[in-house]
């Protein structure tokens, strides 16, 4: 019987430093609380490969753009808040020891483990304000610069 799909129920989120861009790495630290991330979808410029005998116009797949940014959303707590600052300043000592560092973020579903999504980043300098309004939870946008697009692999259990 064919599985009808997969809930996000359970997702879990995780980080870690590297100075590859290639291997993912062996461990991860668990992110608690998202409330929600963005997708990354990867648009391709369109080359021009037209030549003057061509009467519609020929085109080869170009350079792929992720858009440069990725916004992953927390509830916010203290705990979250601590989490948050040690993931930046992890990545900030390690930048100063590596220039080549990155922060790999896994998208882990315990459900499938086989193909969690990676995505390679800078997390933002400073956690920003969260949004406040009545009767509302209290949310934060974290926006991470895409340094690269690594895709779909093997899951590491967030811990």
């Known amino acids: 019987m064919a599985v009808p799909g997969l809930s996000t129920v359970g997702i879990l989120f995780g980080y870690a430093n590297s100075s590859s861009l290639a291997t993912i790495p062996g461990s991860f630290t668990k992110l608690t609380r998202v409330n929600s991330a963005d997708g990354v979808s990867i648009n391709y410029d369109q080359i021009d490969a037209s030549a003057l005998e061509d009467t519609i116009s020929k085109y080869v797949q170009g350079r792929g753009d992720t858009g ?86 093997a899951g590491v259990a967030p811990t």
Do not use: H
């Not at 990545?91 to 390679?120: H, M, Q, R």
């Open 68 to 153: 440069g940014s990725w916004t992953v959303t927390f509830n916010w707590t203290p705990a979250v808040a601590t989490e948050l600052t040690t993931m930046i300043s992890s990545y900030t000592t390690a930048k100063g020891l590596d220039s080549d560092n990155v922060l790999w973020i896994e998208v882990y579903d315990p459900k499938d483990t086989t193909n969690a999504y990676f995505i390679c980043t800078q997390p933002p300098a400073t956690i920003p304000m969260s949004d406040i309004g009545q009767n509302e939870l209290r949310t934060v946008e974290m926006d991470f610069t895409v340094v690269s697009y690594y895709g779909i692999g």
